[in-house]
């Protein structure tokens, strides 16, 4: 079927809006009815070619358009809400939200904590992808900086070690400067996906930072391999790229270890 003419500017706009399909009903046998509403939603976004930020239909207009009823639709919005793909603000209306990964992250932390105790748990394997991630990145850093100069684009990433340094001379290190540190390391890159990615294995982290108990390496220690990957990245040296990024990971890993052996 074809949109209804916009509530807003008549019979026009509803000329030049893209096909939008029912919830067909044949399709009750393969999809339970909560999916196939979440899927009709996310069909009629891509159709309508809208973005993050572009309002949604209103629920009366879902319910005429897509042949749905309210309940379907009230139901369907809360869980695109849940992993981010509408956003719902009351008062104002329905968008298409940003990427969110909160729901991952959630997810992750709840199974990492109920295997913590397992020689292979599943926080360690998120450990080794995340370090398998950064060393390729920080290579990919450094192919950059082989192409051009890199010093201005990591400025920001000099002067979270610089604040790093600063509180470890005070006796610890910030989790949020430590996180910054990733976060604008990888700037460069110009890849938005990265800074969501690590920030969701960091959220993960940091939720079960307490059951790992207090990491062994002093904030000095902490400071100095971050300020190693930050040397191996602005001198192109690829060697002591991998070893600080190893070295890096390592108090992870001693924690795990840890707690292994506690268990």
């Known amino acids: 079927m074809v949109f209804h003419a916009d509530r807003h500017g008549g019979g026009e706009a509803s000329a ?5 399909r029912r919830v067909p009903a044949g399709n009750r046998r393969r999809l339970s009815r909560a999916v196939e509403v979440q899927e009709a939603v996310k069909g009629l976004i891509l159709e ?3 973005t993050t930020g572009d309002p949604l239909p209103t629920e009366s207009e879902l319910m005429e358009e897509l042949g749905i009823g309210r309940n379907s639709v009230r139901e369907a919005l809360k869980v695109l809400q849940a992993v981010g793909i509408v ?5 104002f209306g329905t968008f298409v939200g ?5 729901g991952l992250v959630d997810e992750l932390a709840f199974h990492s904590r109920i295997t913590l105790q397992d020689e292979r748990n599943h926080l360690g394997h998120l450990t080794e992808i995340r370090e398998i991630l950064e060393s390729v990145l920080v290579q990919r850093l450094i192919d950059q ?11 920001p990433a000099r002067d979270v070690i610089a604040q790093m340094e600063a509180e470890a001379r005070l006796g610890t290190v910030s989790p949020d400067t430590d996180r910054l540190f990733h976060d604008v390391l990888y700037l460069p890159l110009g890849n938005p996906l990265v800074g ?14 307490d059951d790992l108990g207090p990491p062994d390496e002093t904030p000095a220690e902490l400071a100095r391999k971050h300020r190693d990957i ?19 990971f390592d108090g992870v890993r001693a924690r795990l270890a840890r707690l292994g052996q506690q268990h």
């Open 16 to 20: 030049r809006s893209p096909k939008v």
């Open 48 to 50: 309508r070619g809208l």
């Open 87 to 91: 956003d719902i603000r009351h008062g």
């Open 98 to 102: 940003r990427m969110s990964l909160n």
């Open 145 to 155: 900086r082989d192409e051009r100069d890199l010093a201005p684009d990591l400025a």
């Open 196 to 209: 969501r990615l690590l920030g969701a294995f960091w959220e993960v982290y940091h939720q079960l930072s």
């Open 230 to 248: 930050y040397t191996a990245v602005i001198t192109g040296d690829r060697a002591l790229a991998a070893t600080a990024m190893r070295a890096h």
